[in-house]
Nanobody, 128 residues
Framework: QLQLVESGGGLVQAGGSLRLSCAAS????????MGWFRQAPGKEREFVAA????????YYQDSVKGRFTISRDNAKNTVYLQMNSLKPEDTAVYSC?????????????????????WGQGTQVTVSS
């Protein structure tokens, strides 16, 4: 089993920044692709960003491109989501996920079914 714990959420004004962290434990982290998803009240969970197991490739949802950056430190078993220029519509519970799909394709890794392990989520609230 792989356990994932997110941190770094909070309340921030529009235009501000937050850095989310997702710490993994329980088994080898290196072999897993990692994703960030978010769910706003009354809405479906949606893909935000994903990073390949070796950190060599990333994908982003169009609405966060240029504002969010996903990265990972395999030595620390941690994946990050740096969020800049935050907007009120970014308000949601952000969850990280780990999956070992052999297909590194955007249609695959942007789907929830590509991930086997999920964290509990961290709340991000952006005020206008």
């Amino acid at each position: 089993q792989l356990q994932l714990v997110e941190s770094g959420g909070g309340l921030v004004q529009a235009g501000g920044s937050l850095r989310l962290s997702c710490a993994a434990s329980g088994r080898t982290f290196v072999g897993y692709n990692m994703g960030w998803f978010r769910q706003a009240p009354g809405k479906e969970r949606e893909f935000v960003a994903a990073i390949k197991w070796n950190g060599g490739s990333t994908y982003y949802q169009d609405s966060v491109k240029g504002r969010f950056t996903i990265s990972r430190d395999n030595a620390k078993n941690t994946v990050y989501l740096q969020m800049n220029s935050l907007k009120p519509e970014d308000t949601a519970v952000y969850s990280c996920a780990a999956g070992d799909s052999p297909l590194w394709l955007r249609p695959v890794v942007s789907g929830q079914y590509a991930y086997d392990y999920w964290g509990q989520g961290t709340q991000v609230t952006v005020s206008s």
